[in-house]
């Protein structure tokens, strides 16, 4: 009695649903093609290849949905859980996967969706800890899943840009504006209380109404402001239809998710060098790698104490098999033997900086204890290093003369970039390094991880050793490059300038990367906002 009571109410709650959609998808094609008949030829094109030749957009307006046309994936839970986890907490990202089967059920893209995913990211976050992550981490992401048809041929000749993001706006503008030169970014704004003068966002979207009409109104006022529609719309789905470029718009692209697969944006065509980023995360969180990521971090612990005690505890003849069996991937070349005879001063070993481990891996691969100067260094790193760490002042002249004391007792590891880049590229060198001895032996160190990254210039740095080692297999390679000639020493006539650049360019033609003049200072204002000097 009770299924024959209901089955009339469901019956003409799904006839009215499909009334309503009808109506809209009518009202749809009459603006799409009122807006056609402007152009004189309409189109509706799928770029559905990578040979296929499109029109250029130069001097012409256009408007792109940022994550299903100048992305090559349409998915927005992974950037809403980078902002979860970078800006927020591990609790945090975990409470939002917890709600990802809702947001699978009521559709990613959808208004409720958005909302749900919104309020648990934002809700208590402060605005600086946000704007943060849009700008040192999200990037990254960002850059490496850009569409390269769409942005070579549509998106970089265009005269004026206009970009709508389904995320809120603060996750999206900074990257649009600075890095793909974004006229105009349309997208929701949050709400904000101010607490002790600080602004925490409330994880409500400004405005009533659903999302998709804030979006639209937006719109609406840009394209308003000039009286003008945009030339060219970029929207990714099989319904164009549905989609709120298609009534501002006289051409429309729709990106086809087979051109997206193979449409992958070279590092060397970037808008703009991405050589700095921050965050933990290596990889782009959806919710199944963030499932195995939580389902893994106990035992990445566990792993990370067990490795890290191989190098403390254990000779170094043995820690090399010890730590193979823990998972270390470690990878040594050109390693020279010793001359005989006793020599006066030690072999300055001239190192890249990838992480805080560098000069422990390149003890292991010397089997004897190198010491190391650092310039920041955290109380636990000091505690659990195997070898000598000696602080630098960065006073020249003092740093100096303790460098030379160390290198009368013997071998000594100098990283002269000051600090570690993830990234392709070399930091530019000091050249004190050059000053205080000839013997020199440049030794190109490089670490890949899958997981978490090693390093941060904002966050925890005492977690960088317990983060790499936390890995499922973290991998190094150390290789040795033999003593520098004489000729390319102080002592064949070279000034310390000109000795630093060319050690610095034989690292990086041995890794493969690009020599920069970006210094320590660069880095730490870009990523954390200050000089990265630790004051008293």
Known sequence: MVFHAILPKIAVHWLINLYRAARKLRSNVFQYCRNSTTTTKPSTQA??????????????????????????????FPYFMLVAFEGGSLLRALVLLGFFPLVWILGERSDASVRVMTFVTFVGLSSRDADLVARVVLPKFYMERLHAHVYDHLWMP????????????????????????????????LQMVE???????????????????????????????????????????????????????????????????????????????????????AFLPTAPAMLAFFLFLPLGFILSVIRISIGIV?????????????????????????????????????????????????????????????????RLSEIIAPIKTVRLTRDRDHDAAMMSRLLEKGDLAVCPEGTTCREPYLLRFSPLFAELADDMEPVALDAQVTSLYGTTASGHKWLDPLAFFANPVPAYRVEFLGPVPRDQTRAGGRTSAEVANWVQRRLGEALGFECTGLSRRDKYIMLAGNDGVVRK
């Open 158 to 189: 265009a005269k004026r840009k206009v970009a709508l993001t389904t995320t809120p706006r603060v996750m999206a503008e900074w990257f649009l504006k600075e890095y793909m030169a974004a006229n105009v970014v349309v997208g929701c704004e």
């Open 47 to 76: 770029m559905s290849s990578s040979e296929r030749t499109m029109p250029s957009a130069a001097d012409r307006t256009v408007l792109c949905d940022f994550h299903s046309g100048l992305l090559r994936s349409t998915g927005i």
């Open 314 to 378: 254990l000779p170094y003849n043995i820690s090399f098999a010890a730590s193979a069996l823990a998972g270390v991937c470690f990878r040594t070349s050109g390693r020279r033997v010793p001359e005989a005879g006793a020599k006066r001063r030690g072999v300055l070993f001239v190192c890249t900086h990838r992480t805080l481990v560098d000069p422990i891996m390149l003890t292991a691969a010397l089997q004897k204890p190198v010491p190391a100067v650092t310039y920041s260094l955290s």
């Open 195 to 281: 607490v002790g003068r600080v602004w925490y966002f409330t994880g409500v979207l400004c405005g009533t109404g659903p999302a998709p009409g804030l979006r639209q109104k937006t719109l609406r006022e840009a394209f308003e402001a000039d009286g003008n529609m945009a030339d060219v719309g970029v929207v990714g789905g099989s319904n164009p239809l549905d989609h709120l470029c298609t009534p501002y718009c006289k051409e429309l692209y729709v990106v086809s998710w087979e051109s997206a697969k193979t449409a992958r944006l070279p590092r060397e065509r970037y808008p703009k060098p991405l050589i700095f980023h921050d965050g933990r995360l």
